[in-house]
């Protein structure tokens, strides 16, 4: 069984966005210290690392992540390259022709591998973000989540966030921070619900891809039943 961990490290390393609340933990009690157990407290953004946007971060109609169906989150899922775009929006004409031919006929889930965002501790600005009326084709094709290698799927200087108005519009969900360097294009299985925090901006999760062939479908059908009934 071949795992991918597309999740970076989270610590007081991790970048995040400028003026927002970096990781931060405490540690309360250590056995260095002489106590009976190792306790800890954190303090930190909910938009740090591989997370999980809320549909009420950018809308205020929107409902917090606990409100989101875990299903988005889990199952079949293309991996696409979209490289060479550091720096600006991207789209159609950004991607080769096998990336095209394959979104032809899409899974629900499609994340986009940029590599603009290479270093999580270290933070560079021009990472890329996507074209609007490109999300607007997606879901147009049934995607139902987005995810990207980067912090957000709109420009650091974004104001007016054209890339999360166009997610509120088409209720599409999303998956930010994600790290696909190792990974190559095409297709897998994604696991990577994210935490349960009530009202939520966001939420953190430990994103996984599958190779395809470690599950069948009807592997993934039980997973979809232990879910609903959660």
Request: net charge negative; charged share 25%.
């Amino acid at each position: 069984m071949r795992v991918y961990d597309i999740s970076p490290l989270i610590s007081s390393r991790l970048g995040v966005f400028p003026g927002d609340q970096k990781f931060e933990r405490k540690v309360v009690m250590s056995f260095s210290a002489g106590h009976h157990l190792e306790l800890s407290q954190i303090t930190s953004t909910l938009h740090l690392g591989a997370h999980a946007d809320s549909p009420g971060h950018y809308s205020a109609d929107g409902g917090g992540i606990e409100s989101v169906d875990l299903r988005r989150y889990l199952g079949p899922c293309m991996v696409i390259d979209a490289l060479h775009t550091r720096g600006r929006r991207f789209g159609w004409k950004d991607l080769d022709d096998e990336a095209r031919e394959m979104l032809t006929s899409p899974p629900p889930r499609v994340l986009f591998r940029t590599l603009s965002f290479p270093d999580p501790e270290r933070w560079n600005s021009d990472f890329a973000s996507f074209e609007p009326d490109f999300l607007e084709d997606l879901a147009s094709s049934g995607v139902k989540l987005v995810g990207i290698d980067t912090p957000s799927v709109d420009a650091e200087d974004s104001k007016d966030l054209p890339a999360h108005a166009m997610l509120a519009r088409y209720e599409m969900s999303v998956l930010e921070g994600l790290m696909l360097g190792s990974v190559v294009q095409g297709t897998y299985i994604l696991v990577a619900p994210p935490l349960k925090i009530e009202a939520a901006d966001s939420g953190p999760c430990r994103a996984l891809l599958l190779e395809t062939d470690v599950w069948t479908m009807d592997n993934l059908g039980e997973l979809k039943e232990v879910v609903a009934s959660s």
